[in-house]
């Protein structure tokens, strides 16, 4: 018998609530039913175009998930980090599965205020930690596995944004190590989730915005598991050659890489250069297209009681704290441990 689609309730309307937008629509297992934006011209212009209701007020949306008819059969958080913890928790209070967008918050305490809520209700809660759902990156990650190279002994995330944020998003994204290397650390347990140990430096080498308000805007982050595997994270807040994400996982028995896609695969030779090529994908959307995609379907699983590979509350929480070891580590010269 066909299922019928998970009805979503979209809070927020900026950039990445449009791209959620988008792909619930796009999707034959979800269906647009409710946006929240206290900006409401975002969120009628969204429900006009999908065929939603709109609201200026989060609270009714969750509310249109309850009673004799709800309207709702899932919640997707898209707004401001701050606002992530009362919406989590007023939606697995109505009964209402959750994906909401990383970080669950800058504030490790505030995540663990809330962890036994959601551990004692058990409704589901997802992250957006998307790059799971890269189609090379999990491929490369089933085949470290399998065992495909043998033991894991090495694996280095490489990944580099086109060009800074403007300085006011800086003072208030939490650093870089919260707001950017915070899907690298994701990235990290997901081929090795045993993290024990976290060592982290960071300089401001060409930002004002990141000298202006004690960010860095450079970083190198190691991680070491309890079997002795080495991680190591290389960030920048600029790269000339556009978004750079690349890993490359080393093993006892051989080693998988994954690129950066082209926009197309031409090649020019002159006298200038030599099978010269298009420069990465400008954006984080256009390199995670797919991913966004693929992250909605495995959480439509999840809202349903299936099986699913969907980033956890757990998840969430341990890449804050990893967040957090490397903060300290960058400041305070020293490695910090951690269990996970």
Not at 108 to 126: C, S, T, W
Not at 284 to 300: C, D, P, S, T
């Amino acid at each position: 018998m066909t299922q019928q689609p998970i009805r979503f309730g979209l809070i927020g309307t900026g950039r990445i609530g449009q791209v959620h937008a988008a792909s619930i629509a796009a999707s034959p297992n979800a269906a647009l039913a409710w946006v929240a934006d206290p900006f409401v011209d975002g969120a009628n212009a969204l429900a006009e175009r999908y065929g939603a209701t709109a609201t200026a007020d989060a609270t009714e949306l969750i509310a249109a998930g309850t009673g004799a008819a709800p309207q709702i059969d899932a919640v997707l958080i898209a707004s401001p980090t701050p606002t992530h913890v009362d919406l989590i928790e007023a939606s697995v209070r109505a009964g209402l599965p959750v994906l909401c967008e990383k970080p669950i918050d800058l504030d490790i305490a505030r995540v663990d205020a809330l962890r036994p809520l959601v551990a004692e209700l058990g409704v589901p809660v997802a992250l957006g930690f998307n790059r799971r759902f890269d189609p090379n990156h999990a491929s490369a990650r089933a085949r470290v596995a399998a065992g495909e190279i043998g033991a894991l002994e090495q694996l280095i995330i490489i990944s580099r944004d086109p060009a800074a944020p403007p300085a006011d998003y800086i003072a208030v994204s939490g650093g870089i190590f919260r707001d950017m290397t915070i899907h690298d650390f994701d990235m990290a347990r997901f081929f090795a989730p045993d993290i024990v140990s976290v060592s982290a430096t960071g300089t401001r080498a060409f930002d004002p915005g990141a000298r202006e308000h004690g960010d860095f805007d450079t970083a190198v982050v190691t991680l070491e598991t309890s079997a002795g595997a080495v991680i190591t994270i290389v960030n920048s807040r600029h790269s000339a050659v556009g978004y750079d994400q690349r890993i490359e996982a080393f093993g006892s028995g051989g080693m998988l890489q994954v690129g950066n896609p082209l926009s197309n695969t031409v090649s020019v030779s002159t006298a200038a250069a030599v099978e010269a090529r298009p420069a990465y994908p400008e954006f984080f959307l256009e390199r995670y297209a797919a991913a966004y995609a693929a992250e909605l379907e495995e959480f439509v699983k999840l809202a349903r009681g299936e099986a699913s590979t969907s980033p956890t509350f757990e998840d969430g929480r341990a890449a804050l704290v990893l967040a957090d070891a490397a903060q300290r580590s960058a400041v305070e010269g020293v490695a910090v441990a951690v269990a996970l």
